[in-house]
């Protein structure tokens, strides 16, 4: 006897979220248990993408908005209602907090929330942060949640998020999909990494640093770009890809200007369609965040052997192994940032053993097809209760 397909239904705010944490996921669900479905803003844009998944179009804004955030509740109940699905699975702040409220109005079973990290982590007083309560609210809404890293879900477990009395679990090593490395074509990324480098005039023995995220303060353009100054200051004279959408309102403009006033050579873009060719023509990866849930960007780095360096927070600490894969340093402090870059830049057998060891690791914590293997373990336990 065939059993039925559990329906599934992965909330989102924006289409970005399934090309970039998603798509894993959806190359390796098992279409012969689940029956899929997608909701987010412009998500129909990857219909084509994944056959095997319905997506439908809400207009999730990730940016609060109660007018609209209210009018998506009414939308994804009356979503919910038409397909009847047997588990909601959100992730994003946004997401999880319209989801949860619209599944748990609709009387879904089986509601499950993954964090991936906290807008209030870096308010003093937490508990007088409106998000603080959002994610407090999301966690007593669904009946199950996940997060991303084991030190964000200690972090969580000691601010009073979690699951019932026990601390909310991460599947396996962490991270939201894992590096699917059949995708990865390590020969066609070397031509690539010489291409590129050729293509900016970039010397072939030069050494280069990767920014890969949004440009904004909390996730750390500012401090690459004065950790840029001070190693000039320093004599050490590196090349850096500043990659990622301006969301400081233009306000980096002016530190970016000063840098390159210094005679620092970056190259500053905004979104790249294809971020491991630039990874493939860098040689480190910086990330001094301040908020992250996994950091996955820096296993997508390992995974081609870029080690990295960033400050020690929730999700990174996951993510890079300290004085292994790369260097976690103390938050906001530049010189111990510059002294962990300049380390891997300026010593050969340190930069060629990390590179190895972040490759290693990467492949043997962090396969996608095991993630994705466990994670519908768990939905079948789930439904079961």
């Known amino acids: 006897m065939k059993l039925k ?24 669900t098992d279409y012969d248990k689940f029956d899929v479905y997608v909701i987010g803003d412009g998500v129909s844009k990857y219909s084509n993408n994944y056959p095997n998944v319905t997506f439908v179009d809400v207009p999730i804004c990730r940016k609060p908005n109660p007018v609209n955030d209210l009018k998506c ?11 009847r699905p047997d588990i909601v699975h959100s992730i994003m702040p946004k997401a999880g907090l319209i989801a949860s409220l619209a599944s748990f109005l609709m ?28 994610d407090v609210l999301i966690s007593r809404l ?21 699951n019932g009395d026990k601390k909310i679990p ?6 939201l999909a894992g590096i699917d490395y059949k995708t990865i074509d390590y020969d066609s990324l070397s031509q690539t990494r010489d291409k590129l480098r050729a293509d900016y005039n970039i010397p072939k023995d030069a050494f280069v640093v990767l920014y890969l995220a949004r440009k904004t303060w909390v996730k750390g353009g500012f401090d690459i770009l004065d950790s840029m100054i001070e190693l000039k200051k320093r004599n050490i004279d590196l090349t850096l890809f500043f990659v990622g959408p301006d969301e400081s309102n233009d306000s980096i ?21 294809n ?18 849930g996994f950091g996955s960007v ?11 360096v960033g400050y020690s927070i929730p999700g990174l600490r996951d993510a890079i192994d300290d004085g292994v894969t790369g260097y976690l340093t103390p938050t906001g402090d530049i010189d111990i940032f510059c002294d962990a870059i300049s380390k891997i830049a300026t010593d050969k057998d340190i930069h060629s053993q990390m590179r190895a060891n972040a490759y290693t690791r990467t492949k043997k914590l962090f396969s996608a097809s095991s993630l994705q293997g466990e994670l519908e373990q768990k939905y079948l336990e789930w439904r079961l209760r």
Not at 170 to 175: F, H, M, P, Y
Not at 253 to 265: H, I, M, Q, R, T
Request: hydrophobic share 40%.
């Open 73 to 83: 509740l009414f939308e994804l109940c009356s979503v919910f209602k038409r397909i």
């Open 170 to 175: 991460c599947l396996l090593s962490g991270s």
């Open 107 to 134: 009387r879904i079973d089986q509601r499950v929330h993954t964090f991936t990290g906290q807008v209030w982590n870096l308010s003093k007083y937490h508990k007088f942060n409106i998000y603080y309560w959002c």
């Open 5 to 28: 397909k559990v329906k599934l239904v992965r909330v989102v705010t924006d289409k970005i979220v399934v090309q970039w944490h998603l798509n894993n996921s959806l190359i390796y």
């Open 275 to 292: 971020y491991r060719h630039y990874m493939s023509a860098s040689d480190l990866l910086c990330l001094p965040s301040r908020r992250e």
């Open 298 to 308: 820096i296993i997508e780095a390992a995974a081609i052997g870029v080690p990295a």
């Open 253 to 273: 403009d002016c530190k970016l200007n000063e840098v390159l006033s210094l005679g620092v050579n970056v190259i500053s873009l905004g979104k790249v369609e």
């Open 142 to 162: 669904n009946s199950y949640c996940l997060c991303d890293s084991e030190s964000q879900s200690h972090y969580l477990y000691l601010h009073g998020i979690r």
